[in-house]
């Protein structure tokens, strides 16, 4: 890494982050992605500090990457693989550095170079995949990029990225289960990282998005009983962790209940349809801080 005091590196990637998370209206009217753009010229000046990919990486051939790349969507890691020392740990933060310029790129509605960002991030993951220190954003790339292919109607796509996103989180918790790091915390100081219970919270969070974007996928495959079953997951995981919106919670219920109905299940679309009143029910309770925060989540 060039000669930059690590603090300076920290506040440029936080830098980043906070115009990321501008709200596109406060940009000036024939600039809306004024915020988007500064975010992603110090994201890429973090980079250049970072220094090179790591040469292993950096050769691989990029059709390794693609969609339906057995390495990514197919196969699970055989052991876990901590990012330790010099080489790991750069590795690690480029990844998160890619991860944040896909996003960035998509959110331009400049799908290609988001994909192009994306898959170098899992490239940079791929042995340590299952590790502590890179489970929560190797999921979180894979489901970026199962809505961007969702999106382009490539729906078997995003169905093996989604679904290798839902075996890596079920296998890391077989295997690990600790709470593991949140990409974020790779730019700040040690005596900043989140707790145990914070980071649970957020991983759990990412796994829930998972479980969500599963269920769009499987009603547009017509797969309508695992559709189901993977949108009451989602509405119940979104109770029990306190992460939901209850507009949507209460569509999302009361739509479910409608299957139920459909399949004769009479007292379950009941139970579906009293719970989205009560949640309805809720509207207005939530600050528009709060709304924001779960929105971009």
């Not at 390794?64 to 052991?79: F, I, K, N, R, Y």
Request: net charge negative.
């Amino acid at each position: 890494m060039a000669n930059v005091p690590w603090a300076e590196v920290c506040e440029k990637f936080q830098a980043a982050l906070a115009l990321s998370r501008l709200e596109l209206h406060k940009n000036p009217e024939k600039e809306p992605y004024k915020s988007k753009y500064s975010a992603r010229a110090l994201l890429e000046e973090v980079k250049a500090l970072l220094g090179p990919t790591p040469e292993d990486e950096d050769e691989r051939p990029e059709a390794d990457d693609g969609p339906g790349a057995d390495d990514h969507t197919l196969v699970l890691p055989a052991e876990v693989v901590e990012p330790e020392g010099p080489v790991g740990q750069r590795a690690l933060r480029l990844a998160v550095i890619e991860f944040h310029l896909g996003v960035n790129h998509i959110d331009t509605e400049e799908l290609s170079a988001g994909e192009e960002h994306l898959v170098k991030c899992l490239r940079l993951l791929r042995r340590y995949r299952l590790s502590h220190d890179c489970i929560s954003l190797c999921i979180q790339a894979q489901n970026n990029l199962g809505i961007l292919w969702s999106e382009r109607e490539e729906i078997e796509t995003a169905q093996a990225y989604l679904e290798s996103s839902e075996a890596l989180y079920n296998q890391y918790m077989k295997e690990v289960g600790s709470p593991p790091l949140d990409p974020t915390e790779c730019f700040i100081p040690e005596e900043e990282k989140l707790t145990e219970q914070e980071r649970s919270k957020r991983f759990e969070k990412v796994y829930t998005h998972n479980l969500y974007y599963l269920a769009q996928v499987y009603q547009h495959l017509e797969m309508f009983e695992k559709a189901a079953h993977y949108c009451h997951s989602t509405l119940k995981r979104q109770l029990e962790h306190n992460a939901y919106h209850p507009i949507e919670w209460a569509i999302n219920a009361a739509t479910l209940s409608q299957f139920y109905i459909n399949k004769l299940c009479f007292m379950e679309a009941r139970h579906c349809l009293s719970a989205a009143n009560v949640i309805f029910g809720q509207t207005g309770k939530i600050s528009a801080t709060e709304d924001r925060q779960h929105r971009r989540a």
